[in-house]
């Protein structure tokens, strides 16, 4: 449900206010002449880049400036709008179009929110209130929100028109029951003076800021605002390198930092938050994380309350980053998916079995609870696959420091369960993995004029001989060909592949997937 308010009234200085138009979000930069046209132009830089046609300027003259070269447009006034009050949006979505907003199921941080008809219960019983894309650009009239609607507990203003948090504490600073706020998809202004604010959000728990374009160092400026916040969303933002946050967030229990491009070596300042309970690094291109050697690096101790992590779809692929995860205290969910982690067999499921017997107090592994018979299984199998290793280290007679360090958990278990007898010993089955067979289809999404093909490869078998086969089939030089895949265990997600040294066992493609094949012509 989207309002269109086109025209409304433009501001007396509308420089820095945000606007709609087209059902597309942007910021006034400019105000004025634009020659030779007549008449006035507002110069907006739009919050999606695609939309524009140029950086601000027309014929050599520079009338703004954008931050993407195609950011910006010229647009008459009439045709957009500058929004309008919060009590207005409200009136207007409750009021006259009750039963569809009873229609809507919304869920934030995981919880599904409750709504109330109007019939039923006025406005000064609402506990909920979902004004997102509502064009919400103020508070309106004084004092007015206190009156109308002083039982919120939680808010949404997704895509509102508001360009600062002086906006946005104008009306929360009138809702003293406020525990939830979500202000995603906003371009929201820094405020020179946070602590002045912090009266507008003392009791606010939980916050989300999804795709509000924040640098990690704008979040820290903004927290001394939320004294009480518990749990902090920031998906798709612009956050980078991670700096230590000092005297901010303490009480924060909930981090979601997933969709970021993040530095991993300034990972560990996050351990500088003392409650930290949960938190998503999902889709941030991680390819390592040493969360227990921080001091070393110069950075604080240890995530200390740390219990659940999520490391979906990152570029994990070495065995020491699970081992690292083993040196935090409270650590008992895990979700891993989506990397490249492989076991000598090459099968996913005895990728799991090895993360289960290297994280001893793990509860959860993908979502799934661990239960005592598969975790018996798992370290039993683990001490079996490595066994012959550790016989050649050393075995029972102090194994050598590089088996300690690639299995550093192997020793508790041969006194867990005992050591493996010579005649157990899992050995490597390199002659069924070599002749595993996989099921492939190969798809040309840009060729819509060939079929799919469909061809059972050997799990062993080297890119460069995969692409030696697409030769023959379509006559297409090696050089020009470009390989990726997908996975029906992850629908919509593409994995690159890179390395005509490597084999289809090394990027984890299992029976039954696609490989993607486009070429220049």
């Given at each position: 449900m989207r309002a269109d308010r086109t025209g409304t009234e433009m501001p007396t200085d509308p420089v820095g206010k945000r606007i709609a138009c087209g059902g597309e979000r942007a910021t006034v930069r400019y105000v004025g002449q634009v020659p030779p046209y007549e008449g006035l132009w507002l110069g907006v830089e739009w919050d999606n880049p695609e939309r524009g046609k140029h950086d601000g300027s027309h014929e050599g003259v520079q009338y703004f400036t954008c931050r993407n070269p195609k950011g910006g447009s010229f647009v008459r006034p009439p045709k957009v709008s500058f929004g309008v009050d919060f009590l207005t949006a409200l009136h207007t979505v409750y009021e006259y179009n009750t039963e569809e907003v009873l229609r809507e199921e919304v869920s934030v941080f995981g919880k599904k929110l409750q709504w109330f008809a109007v019939g039923e219960r006025s406005l000064e019983n609402l506990p909920s209130v979902m004004l997102n894309n509502q064009e919400v650009?103020?508070?309106?009239?004084?004092?007015?929100?206190?009156?109308?609607?002083?039982?919120?507990?939680?808010?949404?203003?997704?895509?509102?028109?508001?360009?600062?948090?002086?906006?946005?504490?104008?009306i929360t600073e009138q809702l003293e029951k406020l525990e939830r706020l979500n202000l995603s998809y906003n371009r929201i202004r820094l405020t020179s003076d946070p602590l002045?604010?912090?009266?507008?959000?003392?009791?606010?728990?939980?916050?989300?800021?999804k795709d509000c374009d924040l640098t990690w160092q704008q979040v820290l400026e903004c927290a001394p605002m939320w004294p009480q916040l518990e749990e902090l969303s920031l998906l798709n933002n612009n956050i980078t390198e991670l700096q230590r946050p000092e005297g901010v967030l303490q009480t924060l229990k909930h981090l979601n930092l997933s969709c970021n491009p993040l530095v991993q070596e300034s990972v560990c300042s996050l351990s500088a938050l003392p409650r930290l309970k949960h938190l998503n690094l999902s889709q941030t291109g991680l390819s390592f994380i040493q969360l227990g050697d921080a001091a070393q690096a110069g950075c604080p101790a240890p995530f200390s309350a740390l219990e659940s992590l999520v490391l979906d779809h990152n570029n994990i692929s070495e065995w020491r980053v699970i081992d690292?995860?083993?040196?935090?205290?409270?650590?008992?969910?895990?979700?891993?998916?989506?990397?490249?982690?492989?076991?000598?067999?090459?099968?996913?499921?005895?990728?799991?079995?090895?993360?289960?017997?290297?994280?001893?107090?793990?509860?959860?592994?993908?979502?799934?609870?661990?239960?005592?018979?598969?975790?018996?299984?798992?370290?039993?199998?683990?001490?079996?696959?490595?066994?012959?290793e550790w016989l050649k280290a050393g075995g029972p007679h102090q194994p050598g420091a590089e088996f300690a360090r690639r299995h550093p958990r192997y020793q508790t278990l041969i006194e867990k369960h005992g050591a493996p007898d010579e005649g157990e010993l899992k050995k490597p089955d390199s002659f069924a993995l070599k002749n595993q067979l996989l099921k492939i289809t190969f798809v040309f999404p840009d060729h819509a004029e060939q079929r799919p093909i469909e061809k059972k490869l050997?799990?062993?078998?080297?890119?460069?001989?995969?692409?030696?086969?697409?030769?023959?089939?379509?006559?297409?030089?090696?050089?020009?060909?470009?390989?990726?895949?997908?996975?029906?265990?992850?629908?919509?997600?593409?994995?690159?592949?890179?390395?005509?040294?490597?084999?289809?066992?090394?990027?984890?493609?299992?029976?039954?997937?696609?490989?993607?094949?486009r070429w220049s012509t």
């Open positions: 650009n103020g508070p309106g009239a004084a004092g007015e929100i206190r009156k109308t609607t002083p039982s919120i507990v939680w808010l949404e203003l997704c895509g509102s028109l508001m360009s600062t948090w002086e906006d946005v504490a104008a002045a604010h912090r009266p507008a959000f003392c009791n606010l728990k939980e916050l989300s800021l690292d995860l083993a040196k935090l205290p409270c650590l008992v969910r895990l979700s891993c998916q989506g990397n490249k982690l492989l076991s000598s067999d090459g099968k996913p499921s005895t990728a799991e079995q090895m993360i289960i017997a290297k994280l001893g107090r793990l509860v959860y592994l993908n979502n799934c609870e661990i239960n005592a018979n598969e975790r018996k299984g798992a370290e039993l199998d683990y001490i079996k696959m490595f066994g012959e050997p799990a062993s078998m080297v890119i460069q001989k995969v692409k030696g086969l697409l030769y023959r089939l379509l006559k297409v030089p090696l050089a020009d060909l470009r390989l990726t895949y997908t996975s029906p265990k992850m629908s919509g997600t593409e994995f690159d592949i890179d390395s005509d040294l490597k084999t289809l066992q090394f990027y984890s493609i299992e029976d039954g997937d696609q490989v993607l094949v």
